[in-house]
């Protein structure tokens, strides 16, 4: 052993690399897919699945806030359009998936 194999590590040669599995790409493919359909896709199926619900439960009375952030209360319901008095004598038209959330009786009143 010289003082070159103490400083460098010899090289060695390698075995011939073997060949491809050929089910390796497709079933990282499938993996992929199920990781992302866990991931994002369910979920985001799970929150328009709740939306939808909330949507249809809309009753006049209820105090919602749009997805623009606009509180009020709804005077009256059609079939794709609701319209929310936001303040004494003003009323605005919105679609009815335009509401974000529905809040809690009273919580306008304290606000």
Do not use: C
Request: glycine share 6%; charged share 20%; hydrophobic share 50%.
């Amino acid at each position: 052993m010289n003082l070159l194999d103490f400083l460098i590590a010899p090289a060695f040669a390698q075995n011939a690399p073997s060949a491809p599995n050929p089910w390796q790409f497709p079933i990282m493919m499938v993996v992929l897919f199920a990781i992302m359909y866990f991931l994002m896709i369910r979920p985001q199926m799970k929150r328009q699945k709740e939306h939808r619900a909330m949507v249809e439960k809309l009753a006049v009375g209820d105090e919602v806030i749009t997805a623009s952030g606009i509180a009020g209360v709804v005077r009256k319901l059609g079939d794709s359009f609701i319209t929310v008095e936001i303040a004494d004598n003003v009323e605005i038209r919105v679609q009815k998936t335009a509401v974000g959330n529905v809040l809690p009786k009273g919580s306008l009143k304290s606000a």
